[in-house]
């Protein structure tokens, strides 16, 4: 079972499906899928946030269940929240 993130503002992220997911932020970056991994990556200026999908249960979708986001321009780390509401307000 993988790790499910934990903390304010991931409710409508976290366990949502990719089609939930595009509907947020607009068509991914990237879309990744390492065997039963998936990994959609969404960008703007501000900065990357990658979204990790794995299925809760055998032959289920794959659902979000953590988020790593950083800065567009040198990979620091920078507020989750304020990039998921960076990426909302620009898609």
């Not at 607009?26 to 899928?33: C, F, Y």
């Not at 959609?40 to 200026?45: E, K, T």
């Not at 990357?48 to 780390?77: K, Q």
């Amino acid at each position: 079972m993988p790790e499910i993130m934990q903390g304010p503002g991931l409710s409508g992220v976290i366990r949502e499906g990719a089609n939930s997911l595009v509907a947020q932020f607009g068509q991914p970056r990237l879309d990744v899928a390492e065997g039963d991994m998936r990994k959609l990556q969404f960008a703007s200026g501000a900065c990357v946030m990658d979204i990790f999908l794995y299925p809760l249960r055998p032959d289920a979708e794959p659902v979000a269940t953590w988020i790593e986001t950083r800065r567009a321009s040198d990979g620091a780390e920078v507020d989750r929240l304020a990039c998921m509401q960076a990426l909302r307000r620009s898609n």
